[in-house]
């Protein structure tokens, strides 16, 4: 089965500032990756997603992520982060014709002014 | 569409008692997923459906668990008898296809005490 490590359980950094949140993933065959964003007492929400083609998937509030498949990582970045980016972030990873997603133990990225 | 609805957000119980949990997919998607989220475990993915059809229930921690989809727009988690080890947030979730890359979409989740 396909398995994911976040690196990172807390990244604290300031307003404006970039931000690179990490992820690993493990799998015998070709896979689908994700990062998805969590908001408090809220349920997941899709930031980007890497199918295929282009390594770089751009997503929703600026961020985008960089898929590599020689390191099996799929880094989430931003160049800029803001308050409202303050968040846990999950990234996840499903097998190509498989249906099961499997997620990491997540990032809290909090953003301080 | 109202997105993935689930019901109770809250639900404090004590322990031995029978808890269920309900979940309304999106309209049109053919999987569903039910998930575990805590401090501890992170998220984790309990059992999924297709097509009303159990596909998936190597996560269910114990018989204690259960779940159905009597329909495609109903589904219920039981716990029978719940336990303080069962608090956690159960999120479900649903998707068109996610075998071709297909996303998921969550329901808020319902918050689970068990005293």
């Known amino acids: 089965a396909q398995s994911v490590t976040q690196l990172d359980s807390q990244v604290p950094v300031f307003e404006e500032a970039p931000v690179e949140l990490r992820c690993n993933y493990s799998?015998?065959?070709?896979?689908?990756l994700f990062w998805y964003v969590q908001y408090p007492n809220q349920g997941l929400q899709l930031l980007l997603k890497?199918?295929?083609?282009?390594?770089l998937v751009k997503g929703i509030n600026g961020f985008e992520a960089e898929f590599n498949k020689s390191q099996t990582s799929f880094h989430l970045r931003k160049p800029s982060v803001h308050i409202s980016d303050t968040a846990e972030y999950f990234c996840?990873?499903?097998?190509?014709?498989?249906?099961?997603?499997?997620f990491g133990a997540g990032t809290r990225l909090t953003v301080k002014p | 569409d109202a997105g993935v609805i689930q019901s109770p957000r809250h639900e404090v119980t004590e322990m031995g008692q029978e808890v269920t949990l309900r979940c309304k997919p999106i309209?049109?998607?053919?999987?569903l997923f039910w998930y575990r989220q805590t401090m501890m475990r992170g998220l984790e993915l309990l059992i999924y459906?297709?097509?009303?059809?159990?596909?998936?229930d190597s996560g269910m921690p114990e018989d204690r668990f259960s779940a159905k989809m009597p329909n495609a727009s109903f589904s219920t988690l039981k716990i029978q008898p719940s336990e303080p080890r069962d608090s956690a947030v159960y999120f479900c979730?649903?998707?068109?296809?996610?075998?071709?890359?297909?996303?998921?979409?969550f329901g808020e989740g319902s918050r689970l005490t068990v005293l």
């Open positions: 890497y199918l295929s083609g282009s390594t």
């Open positions: 979730a649903s998707s068109l296809i996610p075998g071709e890359g297909g996303e998921l979409f």
């Open positions: 309209s049109g998607h053919d999987y």
């Open positions: 996840a990873v499903s097998r190509v014709n498989n249906n099961d997603m499997r």
């Open positions: 459906f297709n097509n009303n059809v159990p596909i998936d």
């Open positions: 799998s015998s065959v070709s896979v689908y």
